[in-house]
């Protein structure tokens, strides 16, 4: 049976920090190091072509687990990276499904016993996505996780922006253990409980244990919003930084909201109308200079999208 997690009023997590002189931390800083080059590196046989503008929202649907699965293989080709003096020749990074995490680094004896290094919770996120956030919900127990694994965020669009083949921005990347610790603790301590905060924590999970039970369980979630990792605010900053993208010249926090516009009134003017509005409400608080900002970003989008 699952026990509770410990009661509200817990001290806050810190990231944990392996011993520098493990073999595994020395991987691991250069695993991240290579997700860190990853745009150099990731590459995409797929092409999006013919798409309405207003259907932009729904690729992630689309082309989420394409992403994921080619950035697997940027990260296999990346191994002068990871693996520069050849200390880890018989591993490669392979993906799993329906298992935390989502992939591991590992090699396969002729008995097919596994030796894992560590594992990545690798998710994609739609940067033009309409929630303007990552939505994924992040629910495994800590104790599923090593101290070396990560939890990986990578953000993509298409290289057009509204065509093209799909490219991918810096990626977030986490301690995988401290996620799931925090998601806990701004449950209980941090967000405006209304409701029972008990976690229901599984028992005898250990890393790679390939164990069905590794997620925690909240006893009261009405609104299903327990691990939406994204809410409790350890990736504020680089979700800040990456809609402030530009794409095309434009910034993607931009986009989505002219995107967004246009899916919920298709009607042209009605949305011009309210953009226009916007950009007068931006004047009206006497910032001239971010009102003829909004209106030249209205104009490019246009533009861009061959609207008349």
Same mark, same amino acid.
């Given at each position: 049976?699952?026990?509770?997690?410990?009661?509200?009023?817990?001290?806050e997590p810190t990231?944990?920090?392996?011993?520098?002189?493990?073999?595994?931390?020395?991987?691991?800083?250069?695993?991240?190091?290579?997700?860190?080059?990853?745009?150099?590196?990731?590459?995409?046989?797929?092409?999006?072509?013919?798409?309405?503008?207003?259907?932009?929202?729904?690729?992630?649907?689309?082309?989420?687990?394409?992403?994921?699965?080619?950035?697997?293989?940027?990260?296999?080709?990346?191994?002068?990276?990871?693996?520069?003096?050849?200390?880890?020749?018989?591993h490669e990074f392979?993906?799993?499904?329906?298992?935390?995490?989502?992939?591991?680094?590992?090699?396969?004896?002729?008995?097919?016993?596994?030796?894992?290094?560590?594992?990545?919770?690798?998710?994609?996120?739609?940067?033009?996505?309409?929630?303007?956030?990552?939505?994924?919900?992040?629910?495994?127990?800590?104790?599923?996780?090593?101290?070396?694994?990560?939890?990986?965020?990578?953000?993509?669009?298409?290289?057009?922006?509204?065509?093209?083949?799909?490219?991918?921005?810096?990626?977030?990347?986490?301690?995988?253990?401290?996620?799931?610790? +925090?998601?806990? +603790?701004?449950?209980?301590?941090?967000?405006?409980?209304?409701?029972?905060?008990?976690?229901?924590?599984?028992?005898?999970?250990?890393? +790679?244990?390939?164990?069905?039970?590794?997620?925690?369980?909240?006893?009261?979630?009405?609104?299903?919003?327990?691990?939406?990792?994204?809410?409790?605010?350890?990736?504020?900053?680089?979700?800040?930084?990456?809609?402030?993208?530009?794409?095309?010249?434009?910034?993607?926090?931009?986009?989505?909201?002219?995107?967004?516009?246009?899916?919920e009134d298709s009607?042209?003017?009605?949305?011009?109308?309210?953009?226009?509005?916007?950009?007068?409400?931006?004047?009206?608080?006497?910032?001239?200079?971010?009102?003829?900002?909004?209106?030249?970003?209205?104009?490019?989008?246009?533009?861009?999208?061959?609207?008349?």
């Open positions: 049976m699952p026990n509770e997690a410990r009661a509200a009023g817990a001290d990231s944990p920090e392996p011993d520098p002189s493990h073999r595994i931390t020395s991987l691991s800083n250069r695993v991240r190091d290579a997700l860190t080059a990853l745009p150099i590196h990731f590459q995409s046989p797929t092409v999006m072509e013919g798409l309405d503008a207003t259907d932009l929202f729904a690729l992630n649907t689309v082309l989420g687990a394409t992403i994921e699965v080619q950035v697997v293989e940027a990260l296999n080709r990346m191994r002068d990276v990871w693996d520069p003096d050849g200390e880890w020749p018989l392979v993906r799993q499904a329906q298992t935390f995490p989502d992939v591991l680094l590992r090699s396969r004896s002729a008995q097919g016993v596994d030796d894992v290094a560590m594992g990545i919770e690798l998710k994609g996120w739609y940067l033009l996505a309409k929630e303007a956030v990552p939505s994924f919900r992040y629910t495994v127990t800590p104790m599923a996780c090593s101290q070396w694994d990560l939890l990986v965020v990578v953000p993509w669009c298409l290289s057009n922006v509204v065509s093209g083949k799909p490219r991918v921005l810096a990626p977030g990347v986490w301690s995988a253990r401290y996620a799931a610790e +925090y998601r806990n +603790y701004w449950w209980q301590n941090v967000r405006d409980a209304r409701s029972d905060t008990a976690i229901r924590v599984p028992t005898g999970v250990e890393p +790679y244990s390939g164990r069905d039970r590794t997620v925690d369980e909240p006893v009261s979630d009405s609104g299903h919003n327990f691990g939406r990792i994204a809410r409790i605010g350890i990736m504020d900053d680089w979700i800040d930084a990456a809609i402030r993208q530009p794409l095309a010249g434009i910034p993607a926090r931009d986009w989505t909201a002219f995107l967004r516009k246009h899916t009607d042209p003017e009605t949305v011009w109308s309210l953009l226009s509005a916007e950009a007068a409400d931006v004047l009206a608080g006497g910032s001239a200079a971010r009102a003829e900002e909004v209106v030249a970003t209205l104009r490019r989008l246009a533009a861009l999208l061959g609207a008349d």
